[in-house]
Nanobody
């Protein structure tokens, strides 16, 4: 499975951004992780293969929305409103396991990251 993430950029705080991740194959779960400068990579959100099941990190609940287009095998991450603390490299990942295990970070497939920079 190959993953291609896109949509990062420089955005002002309070603005919105939508990240996309296209998958070349089918997996049971897709998710997003991020790594802020000087920090370890952390879980952000994950969605089930059907798109009906989702899970989020507590720190992003209410501002981040993950969704899946099954026809396109593409996962989206909508961020609104953006905060300076959201700055980092966002990675798309996929797993053959259920999305409920995604917060553990043990995903089999990883894409290259896309950089999100939020200015204050």
């Amino acid at each position: 499975v190959q993953l291609q993430a896109s949509g990062g950029g420089l955005v002002q705080a309070g603005g919105s951004l939508r990240l996309s991740c296209a998958a070349s194959g089918l997996t049971l779960c897709m998710g997003w992780f991020r790594q802020a400068p000087g920090n370890e990579r952390e879980f952000v959100a994950a969605v089930s293969w059907t798109g009906r099941g989702t899970t989020y990190a507590d720190s992003v609940k209410g501002r981040f929305t993950i969704s899946k287009d099954n026809a396109e095998d593409t996962v989206y991450l909508q961020i609104n409103p953006l905060k300076p603390g959201d700055t980092g490299v966002y990675y798309c990942a996929a797993s053959e396991r259920s999305y409920v295990y995604a917060p553990r970070g043990d995903m089999e497939y990883w894409g290259k990251g896309t950089l999100v920079t939020v200015s204050s």
